[in-house]
Nanobody, 126 residues
């Protein structure tokens, strides 16, 4: 059973940077086993796609609202996926979730991910 634990969230001001981490355990974590994604969610809304590194590829994909500001990366040796966030805006405020998917290719829907962490809160003040 794969387990994911996010960390790195917090309260920052607009324009600041943060780096979120998602550490995995309980499974084989490498580029061939799981595609990894970051989503975010605000109260009353569905999970919004933020970024993904699909299985078996070094490609990265981003949601339009974060493109050019956020960077997803993975370190297989540390069983960890990162989300670097620059130029943060108040509208980036959300709970950020890390997900793992057994499917290949780009997956922007939360329903395509089988494993989730508990989430980490990011709050950006004006």
């Amino acid at each position: 059973q794969v387990q994911l634990v996010e960390s790195g969230g917090g309260l920052v001001q607009a324009g600041d940077s943060l780096r979120l981490s998602c550490t995995t355990s309980g499974g084989t974590f490498n580029s061939y086993a799981y595609g990894m994604g970051w989503f975010r969610q605000t109260p009353g809304n569905d999970r919004e796609f933020v970024a993904q590194i699909p299985r078996s590829t070094g490609s990265t994909y981003y949601g339009d609202s974060v493109k050019g500001r956020f960077t997803i990366s993975r370190d297989n040796a540390k069983n960890t996926v990162y989300l670097g966030m620059n130029s943060l805006k108040p509208e980036d405020t959300a709970v950020y979730y890390c997900g793992a998917s057994i499917y290949s290719g780009l997956h922007m829907s939360a329903s395509d991910y089988q494993y989730w962490g508990q989430g980490t809160q990011v709050t950006v003040s004006p």
